[in-house]
């Protein structure tokens, strides 16, 4: 081993691996969670329901706004629910299930490494690699269920391989019992994908080894224990709604990864560039990494990384509906392979690559630099006002700070290796605080609303013409009925029951309600207008409101009229 490539003893590198990668986990993903505002449409509609399960006490059927909502199951609302109910309806109380969920899903690929590998540089590599992974790193701060769901996939195979490297029985007993844990809380948290990854590894990984024996024998232990989790919870939401698994199953199942009508329809390809640009800053080591890991696939850990990898690609790229962040359950077992190759090159001296792969990035940090300054020259992208430029100012040191860090690495290759990671985590933690007003109005409404929040706390009916919108508004006022006008999509499932029916608002009847609802009290309305129909909508309200407006997004008040 090369001593000026490795400055650090193994057994520094033991001791002080876990508290750096902690360090930069708080510095670049858990302190920027509050900087910007609620993304639409997931992140407002994410903290609706699980505020509204603390505000109704109803822990077991899903709604979104008061109207039931069955497009997923309910964990993932749990765990998001507890951010809220422990650091309260704020944009860290909704996103920290998102960043805790990373955070254990990179110190699995720690300990997984340590256990393929018993090297302390190859298991700080794979963490830090997963932790850097441009798509991993922009999910931690996003409030969705992909974080969570990506965690209890990750533990499915981690406990999986736990069982079948360990000696001991009663250590097999116990890493059995964590699968089931693992697919229950899956299943609980995304469905019946939960159950299917791992029994699409399991299988063929234990026939290739000729353990099939093994896996009839324990494999009902990880069973029990999975319908122990999820049963509880089966049973409950379909005694408070009998309709849920026919909606959840055939909707969101069979007709999205099978139906000719199904969501995100995709080529079969889409996840082939997804995957180099999902692996940024790292992409270079793709091809390397994937030349190691087939010159050692017949190694029973590499072998297993393999399955990890490519049949879960495999299936998502064979399914009809593809959205990109269902691959983030394949990225784990890919940091694996990459950690492995990238410290052999190290210790080998072999910079030629990573030098490639600093300059590449350093290159795609100029052109982005130069493309900001030639949009602000020539379309003034950053208004002059002083939070404008303070915003211009954060997207100008996060792309310095990525070009400096992605030169680093280009010029010491073997001992700068790991500075890319610095590079996407300023990216992740100054690109969405630095956003411009224009696109901050377009997609977070939610910042607009919070302005006015006081006079639309003072209302008592709101309306709105968009779910985005309608979402934020409930979140912000803690209120859940939000009355739809000219607009259903997603709860269109809810809105077809009979005692939603008086939730719908459209062109017709807008005069009616209007009318009726003044007299109950003020009504407060936020409207996104981005065409002609929805112009003609703002024209058919009352005159005499009080009006705000930011880019696309008008909020009116409405006092109320005597009887």
Known sequence: MNPHVFPLSAETLRRWSVPVLLLGFAVFYLLPLMSHGLWIPDEPRYAQISQEMLLSGNWTSPHFMGLRYFEK?????WMIAIGQAIFGDNLFGVRVASAFSTGLSVLLTYLIARRLWNDPRKSFASALLFMSFGLIAGQAGYANLDPQFTLWSNLSLFAF???VDSTERRHRLYAWAGLGLACGMGFLTKGFL????????ALPYMLWQRRLGELLRYGPLAVVVAVIVALPWVLAVNAQEPDYWNFFFWHEHIQRFAGDNAQHARPWWFYLPLLVVSCLPWSVLLVPTFKQAWQEKRQAGTGFLWLWFLLPLAFFSLSRGKLPTYIMPCLLPLAL???????DRVARAEGRL???NGWLNLVLGVVALVALIYLQTSRSIYSNSHAEVFNLSLVFIMLMGWIIANALQALRPLTLWAMPALGIGLLVALLPAGMPASI????????????HVDELRQT????????GAASALSWRL?????????????LKYGLDYPDAAERQVNSASIEQWMTEARKQGSVGVVLRVKSVDEMREVEQLPLDGKRYQKGNTIIMIFPQTQP
């Open 194 to 201: 939960a159950l299917l990854l791992p029994v699409l590894i």
């Open 73 to 77: 199951p309910i964990a993932g609302y």
């Open 478 to 490: 803690q209120r859940p009925r939000v009355d739809l006008f000219n607009t259903a999509g997603e």
């Open 354 to 356: 990573l030098r490639i």
């Open 161 to 163: 391989w736990f069982a």
């Open 460 to 467: 008592n009916r709101l309306l709105s013409n968009e779910l």
């Open 337 to 343: 392979m990459m950690g492995n190759a990238l410290i």
């Open 440 to 451: 901050i109005n377009e997609r977070m409404p939610d910042q607009f609303i919070a302005e």
